[in-house]
């Protein structure tokens, strides 16, 4: 079982799944995403690491927007790893807005 420290978003919600695991829209597209979770939010909301762990991969400079199969994989994202290799990817962050970097711990 999987148990999370937080929630993944700080500040006042409530925050709208505007899809959940296995989801029609994109979430069934491919294995790696079937199990995402999207959260409505405001721009600027704080993002929260769900597990202590280490960031490993950072992609902030995407500008592509949209729901269309050519987007998929071109989002901007931060991929946390735990000591366990539980892998955590936030992705859909704003362009250019990371406050870690690889290798911090979290």
Do not use: R
Not at 42 to 47: A, I, K, L, W
Not at 69 to 94: A, K
Request: net charge negative; hydrophobic share 40%.
């Amino acid at each position: 079982m999987i148990t999370f420290k937080c929630f993944p978003l700080k500040g006042e919600g409530p925050f709208l799944c505007t899809q959940g695991a296995h989801g029609c829209l994109t979430h069934f597209a491919h294995p790696a995403s079937f199990y995402a979770i999207d959260l409505a939010c405001n721009s600027g909301t704080p993002v929260l690491a769900v597990y202590d762990g280490t960031i490993v991969e950072i992609q902030q400079t995407n500008t592509v927007t949209g729901i269309n199969i050519s987007n998929l994989f071109h989002w901007n994202s931060i991929t946390l790893e735990t000591p366990e290799g539980i892998v955590v990817e936030y992705v859909h962050i704003q362009q250019n807005s990371a406050t870690v970097k690889v290798g911090d711990k979290v």
